[in-house]
């Protein structure tokens, strides 16, 4: 289509950008992509790259693309296709035996990751970040580990009335690890594990280690939370 707009009225081009209104999303956002002194949503050179100024950098995706189109099936569908295209392939960011960027894929595949049907579609859709991804398939070298919460099985808010970590997908609970139940102990797998998670180094050093008991002394990142005790928290400042 090189004029008109779609069934609905409003929208038009191969971003389906609103033409209605004053301005209208397209004046807003609208760009010269070829720089050939034309701005038209029906020219994908154009198109595209307003999409791209329109989604640029946002802190929720999912949000993001609901405000685009207001569709689950939508979001779900685009998340996906994201998810498809970053492929398998990430740079290694963090040297030695520590957590590298990984694909969701190699989570999804381990045998070694317990995951509830709605943390696998957390997984699938790209919602979760990547430094979690990097983390868990990290673990999943070395430990079997169950998922207690990840993001849409997890309160928006902490206890303490902050938005946590877990609503933007940076942030995962582990309550049990190679069978062991996690109960708050100084010894056995869980703490093991909590110990193993403190002495990561570099940018996938999880920001937010919490436990039963502070597994790293003087170093803010990890700390002790009596409402711990029963799950390992590892969380990402944004």
């Known amino acids: 289509m090189h004029s008109g707009v779609n069934a609905y009225g409003c929208c038009a081009g191969p971003m389906q ?11 807003s956002y609208g760009v010269d992509g070829d720089h050939d002194g034309r701005v038209s949503p029906y020219d994908p050179t ?12 946002p802190r929720d995706y999912r949000a993001a ?14 998340l996906a296709k994201a998810a498809q295209y970053r492929g398998n392939h990430r740079t290694v960011i ?34 979760i970040d990547e430094r979690v991804v990097a983390t868990l398939a990290w673990i999943a070298r070395r430990h079997s ?3 207690n919460a990840l993001k849409s099985d997890h309160l928006y808010y902490t206890v303490d009335g902050n938005v946590s970590n877990h609503s933007f997908g940076r942030a995962m609970d582990i309550d049990i690890v190679d069978h062991e139940i996690c109960r708050g102990t100084r010894t056995g797998r869980c703490a093991q594990l909590v110990r193993e998670l403190a002495a990561v180094k570099g940018p996938l050093r999880s920001t937010e280690l919490i436990y039963c008991w502070d597994p790293d002394g003087a170093d803010p990142r990890g700390f002790a939370r009596a409402d711990h005790c029963d799950h390992i928290h590892v969380g990402f400042d944004g």
């Not at 950008?17 to 004046?27: A, E, N, Q």
């Not at 969701?104 to 709605?118: G, K, M």
């Open 65 to 78: 693309l609901f405000a685009y189109n207001h569709a689950d099936w939508y979001v779900n569908e685009v």
């Open 46 to 57: 154009d198109a595209i790259p307003a999409a791209a100024r329109y989604l640029r950098a």
């Open 145 to 147: 580990v169950a998922i």
């Open 17 to 27: 950008f609103s033409l209605v209104g004053s301005p209208s999303t397209w004046d």
């Open 94 to 127: 963090a040297g030695g035996g520590g957590p590298k960027l990984d694909s969701a894929r190699a989570v999804l595949d381990s045998d070694r990751v317990t995951l509830t049907p709605i943390q696998r579609s957390d997984l699938r859709s790209g919602q």
